[in-house]
């Protein structure tokens, strides 16, 4: 019996489902199922289903109980097989990638449906444009055609795999949800904000910083109002662009305190307030939607919920249930050895091989002891801060480390000049010109994404295509943080299969970050296996390097007490 399958859902319920050959060809015909959980449920033998996407079929099978091994999703595929070449922001569903090869008219992506607060129900998701299995098989075969037209055929199949592993492990976060106590959570909120006034206004502790803005201004003040605080400085005098807080913290007024003190317990109101909490908290669990590959450095984003920008404050709710525990585990100076690998500078590599504080290392070489200095040196390499003191510092960097410095400095020049930019497996930031991610969510860009994850430029190809300075600080962070996503994929994937034989589950990831909820007996068994998992994604991402990937792991019962 095959261990590879096919599967595509009917609209009654059913399936089809065909084995496949390990040459990804038909080793049978297409069969007729008439309920797709027990298509699959049937088939406990199975190891890789290929599908068009994990969003279509694989909430189905949690909700059934029914968990697979492996998956290979067709369209999160056809996604990096169309960046590789160039053509990042083409339809990427299987209707699409069909019509492409058989050189028909190419239909349009469905929209992205809106997250629904509190539920993980994909019956109101927009319908894609179904395709027969048969069809399905054939864009399958012609994606392992593509894959081995690569410059790397066997980096990118892994990536596409590693893409699907998230795509499973996304899906089964979202079903989990990360453990939350609504009742801490309302404590914390009246701590912070006071009581709630009738009507939905704003609490009390808004009200009271309000008026206190309000008097030291000598005139009521709306301080969640840009244009009337600016307008309010101005007529005192003081003139100034904006209200972010690093523009206002150095004004020497009277307004100032309160109204830094408003922005922050204003941000916490609207995005982790009451309405939030009764919106995206149910049965004790928190469950936003998680979307792998959301931004174009492969880093995830929620649609929905906030997930990746919890205030710590806020993270006092994220309790263990009784008995277990969250083992919460930080990749250490991911980016700095990420770039070792990737540059195989041998110096450079030599320092990541440590499990010691890498930028005490690298100021020991390069910078006479100034930890600061050394890691202010590592981080504008790869963010690009090269004017001033950081044109200073990447000087004392490159002679230390030249390979790792050039390595990110040809990215630069090949963003600059509108080419292809490819991380270690191959995901691919598109040129320049031509870009079309240009929307916020197709493009990386949904609120949930922290600026930093863009390397802080405030750039994505498409939106400033004329600035080509910024093209090229983008493209030299690309290559790092995209091939840190590409290796944080692979540490999930290994992470999920120890703890399919744990009670332990995969509550939430962020990048470098990563919690895992078991009972409190796993724990040390989880640490272990975390280390694990990041040696092993080195292995596989990076090859054979001395390289390593140390996390530091804190076991607790409260998420705020971590850090």
Same mark, same amino acid.
């Given at each position: 019996?095959?261990?590879?399958?096919?599967?595509?859902?009917?609209?009654?319920?059913?399936?089809?489902?065909?084995?496949?050959?390990?040459?990804?060809?038909?080793?049978?015909?297409?069969?007729?199922?008439?309920?797709?959980?027990?298509?699959?449920?049937?088939?406990?033998?199975?190891?890789?289903?290929?599908?068009?996407? !994990?969003?279509?079929?694989?909430?189905?099978?949690?909700?059934?109980?029914?968990?697979?091994?492996? &998956?290979?999703?067709?369209?999160?595929?056809? !996604?990096?097989?169309?960046?590789?070449?160039?053509?990042?922001?083409?339809?990427?569903?299987?209707?699409?990638?069909?019509?492409?090869?058989?050189?028909?008219?190419?239909?349009?992506?469905?929209?992205?449906?809106?997250?629904?607060?509190?539920?993980?129900?994909?019956?109101?998701?927009?319908?894609?444009?179904?395709?027969?299995?048969?069809?399905?098989?054939?864009?399958?075969?012609?994606?392992?055609?593509?894959?081995?037209?690569?410059?790397?055929?066997?980096?990118?199949?892994?990536?596409?795999? *590693?893409?699907?592993?998230?795509?499973?492990?996304?899906?089964?976060?979202?079903?989990?949800?990360?453990?939350?106590?609504?009742?801490?959570?309302?404590?914390?909120?009246?701590?912070?904000?006071?009581?709630?006034?009738?009507?939905?206004?704003?609490?009390?502790?808004?009200?009271?910083?309000?008026?206190?803005?309000?008097?030291?201004?000598?005139?009521?003040?709306?301080?969640?109002?840009?244009?009337?605080?600016?307008?309010?400085?101005?007529?005192?005098?003081?003139?100034?662009?904006?209200?972010?807080?690093?523009?206002?913290?150095?004004?020497?007024?009277?307004?100032?305190?309160?109204?830094?003190?408003?922005?922050?317990?204003?941000?916490?109101?609207?995005?982790?307030?009451?309405?939030?909490?009764?919106?995206?908290?149910?049965?004790?669990?928190?469950?936003?939607?998680?979307?792998?590959?959301?931004?174009? !450095?492969?880093?995830?984003?929620?649609?929905?919920?906030?997930?990746?920008?919890?205030?710590?404050?806020?993270?006092?709710?994220?309790?263990?249930?009784?008995?277990?525990?969250?083992?919460?585990?930080?990749?250490?100076?991911?980016?700095?050895?990420?770039?070792?690998?990737?540059?195989?500078?041998?110096?450079?590599?030599?320092?990541?091989?440590?499990?010691?504080?890498?930028?005490?290392?690298?100021?020991?070489?390069?910078?006479?002891?100034?930890?600061?200095?050394?890691?202010?040196?590592?981080?504008?390499?790869?963010?690009?801060?090269?004017?001033?003191?950081?044109?200073?510092?990447?000087?004392?960097?490159?002679?230390?480390?030249?390979?790792?410095?050039?390595?990110?400095?040809?990215?630069?020049?090949?963003?600059?000049?509108?080419?292809?930019?490819?991380?270690?497996?191959?995901?691919?930031?598109?040129?320049?010109?031509?870009?079309?991610?240009?929307?916020?969510?197709?493009?990386?860009?949904?609120?949930?994404?922290?600026?930093?994850?863009?390397?802080?430029?405030?750039?994505?190809?498409?939106?400033?295509?004329?600035?080509?300075?910024?093209?090229?600080?983008?493209?030299?962070?690309?290559?790092?943080?995209?091939?840190?996503?590409?290796?944080?994929?692979?540490?999930?994937? *290994?992470?999920?299969?120890? &703890?399919?034989?744990?009670?332990?589950?995969?509550?939430?990831?962020?990048?470098?970050?990563?919690?895992?909820? &078991?009972?409190?007996?796993?724990?040390?068994?989880?640490?272990?296996?975390?280390?694990?998992?990041?040696?092993?994604?080195?292995?596989?991402?990076?090859?054979?390097?001395?390289?390593?990937?140390?996390?530091?792991?804190?076991?607790?019962?409260?998420?705020?007490?971590?850090?």
């Amino acid at each position: 019996m095959s261990d590879r399958w096919a599967l595509g859902p009917a609209e009654d319920g059913g399936a089809e489902v065909a084995p496949l050959g390990s040459d990804g060809l038909p080793a049978g015909p297409v069969r007729r199922e008439t309920d797709l959980v027990e298509a699959v449920r049937g088939r406990p033998d199975v190891v890789r289903w290929v599908w068009r996407s !994990t969003a279509e079929v694989y909430p189905r099978l949690l909700a059934a109980g029914v968990r697979v091994e492996r &998956c290979y999703d067709i369209e999160a595929a056809e !996604t990096l097989l169309l960046g590789h070449e160039g053509r990042l922001g083409e339809p990427r569903s299987a209707a699409a990638a069909l019509a492409r090869l058989r050189g028909g008219p190419v239909p349009p992506d469905p929209p992205q449906r809106s997250a629904e607060p509190g539920s993980q129900s994909s019956l109101f998701e927009p319908r894609p444009v179904r395709v027969p299995l048969e069809d399905l098989l054939a864009v399958y075969a012609d994606q392992r055609r593509r894959h081995d037209t690569t410059a790397h055929p066997e980096r990118m199949h892994l990536l596409t795999t *590693a893409e699907s592993a998230g795509m499973l492990v996304a899906a089964e976060m979202n079903r989990t949800g990360l453990p939350w106590r609504a009742d801490v959570h309302r404590e914390v909120l009246h701590e912070l904000l006071g009581e709630r006034y009738a009507g939905g206004g704003e609490p009390r502790r808004l009200a009271e910083l309000t008026d206190e803005v309000s008097a030291a201004f000598g005139r009521r003040v709306r301080p969640d109002l840009p244009a009337d605080v600016i307008k309010a400085f101005a007529q005192a005098g003081i003139k100034i662009k904006s209200t972010r807080r690093w523009e206002i913290e150095t004004i020497e007024h009277p307004a100032v305190k309160p109204l830094l003190a408003y922005k922050k317990l204003y941000r916490i109101w609207v995005a982790h307030g009451w309405s939030w909490l009764q919106d995206w908290v149910r049965d004790g669990r928190f469950r936003p939607e998680y979307l792998p590959g959301g931004t174009v !450095t492969g880093r995830w984003v929620t649609n929905g919920g906030g997930a990746l920008q919890i205030p710590k404050v806020i993270r006092r709710a994220v309790v263990a249930d009784p008995g277990w525990r969250l083992v919460v585990a930080d990749a250490d100076q991911m980016e700095p050895r990420v770039l070792a690998a990737i540059s195989r500078d041998p110096g450079l590599m030599e320092v990541a091989g440590r499990e010691s504080d890498l930028y005490q290392s690298v100021s020991d070489r390069a910078f006479a002891g100034d930890r600061a200095q050394a890691k202010l040196a590592v981080l504008g390499a790869v963010y690009g801060q090269t004017s001033g003191d950081g044109l200073k510092n990447l000087a004392a960097l490159r002679r230390r480390f030249p390979r790792a410095v050039a390595y990110v400095d040809d990215a630069a020049r090949a963003g600059e000049e509108g080419r292809l930019v490819r991380t270690w497996l191959g995901r691919t930031s598109p040129p320049a010109a031509g870009a079309s991610d240009a929307s916020s969510e197709e493009a990386g860009l949904p609120q949930d994404e922290p600026a930093e994850a863009l390397g802080d430029q405030g750039w994505v190809p498409g939106y400033a295509s004329s600035n080509s300075r910024a093209r090229g600080r983008f493209a030299r962070n690309f290559v790092v943080q995209g091939s840190a996503a590409d290796w944080a994929l692979l540490l999930l994937a *290994a992470l999920r299969r120890t &703890c399919a034989d744990l009670a332990a589950e995969l509550v939430f990831f962020q990048h470098d970050e990563v919690i895992v909820h &078991c009972p409190a007996e796993e724990a040390d068994a989880v640490v272990a296996a975390i280390r694990e998992a990041a040696e092993l994604a080195g292995r596989l991402t990076f090859g054979e390097t001395p390289v390593h990937f140390p996390f530091t792991t804190a076991v607790v019962e409260c998420y705020a007490d971590a850090k």
